[in-house]
């Protein structure tokens, strides 16, 4: 285990990163020379920056996740926050409350701890499931509003005495949240699977270091102790392994941190969109494009990364951008798709909206699927004219049919009204025939024998 995670670290920090963090520490330590509360409130304030931006990262990709992993530790790291806040500005010689002792920074300490801690075991059992943010909010706030409350109401425990050091409850503490620190490792490695070797390598260091800092904090006697600098720079750590793992991945590379199981539909759904030879996009209730496949990035004239996250109406224009935004704006608001056709650029398009629903039954995007109908329209509209032109000259064509009365002597055919009518012009009128006369050489011997013998 340990191997594995020190090679997944040791892929993803380069070499400016370890120089950046290294002076980072050396600033760190040049501070507490200067000033010990200094040095506190930059250690702390780094774990709070950094707990924010996980809290952040998780609530605003909440409706995207399918399980509650990110999001149960992203709240928990907000509450968290917030108690190392407290913990911070009722340290000793903040002055922000001058009734309470060194006691009162170190009880908070504790309860953020066992907060902390408790937060990464518990976690795993959301990798498979989706649990409503406001549950996980009201949870959070009801501990932490209860830890405080018993903490200054004088129920809590006493964890620091002055001149004496820290009490029996602290230091027990301290080591029941390594345990707890310690099964959430085996935890974690349980579930390796849902993560990808580079997010699990981190979150699993910063559990070790989460354990290492646990143990220097139970040595220390006075609050500015060489024990309790040490302690606080491996939080720092810790946070810096929680911000490579969660925010700097969830940026960067968000399908390394949406674990294997969504990696794997990630793949899928690419696959889904680039499969047919038509345009196909995903996008949010905001109209920005989610996900776009090769035919609708060629046709909307750029790339598939540089197209992903604008939003889809800046890419058209006129009557076009008009129409398909109010068509889209109503495939959210009522939850209907919406099948037409239109031109863009003349090119006639055969779209269809289709609604993307979340588990309450409210539209949160739209999947879109375009085909260019130009060349199909042009054949049909060729079809079409010829069908036309064939119908016409149907109309026009005359047939004889049936019996004809002809005269056997001198062949005139009687017509409808009575009448005997030379064949030629009978025919003519009933058809689309032509006569053009001449003479047979039989009927010339009789009719011109003197010239049909000259000519022999």
Known sequence: MLQSTTNALGRALTPNQVAFWCLAMAALFLADLHSFLLFHGLAEGFSMVVAGAVFLLAWNTRRFLENSYLLFLGVSFAFTAGLDL??????KGMGVFPNHGADLPTQIWIASRYLHSISFLVAPSFLARKLPARRVIAAYGLASALALWSIFAGWFPECYREGQGLTDFKVGSEFVIMALFGAAILRLRQRRAFFSPMVLGFLTASLVLNIASGLAFTFYVGVYDLSNQVGHILKVMAYFCVYKALVETGLRQPFELLFREVKQSERTWRALLNAPHESALLLDDELRILAINRVAAQRLGGEVADLTGKHFLDLLEGEVRESRGQRLRQVLETGQPQHFQDQRRGRDYDLSFYPLMDPQGQAVGVAIYAQDITERLA????????VVNLTQALAEVKTLSGLLPICASCKRIRDDQGYWNQIEHYISLHSQAQFSHGI???????LYPELMDQQS
């Open 86 to 91: 407290l913990h911070t500005l009722s340290y």
């Open 440 to 446: 047979c050489p039989e009927c010339a011997r009789k």
């Open 379 to 386: 054949v049909e509209r060729e079809r079409e004219a010829l």
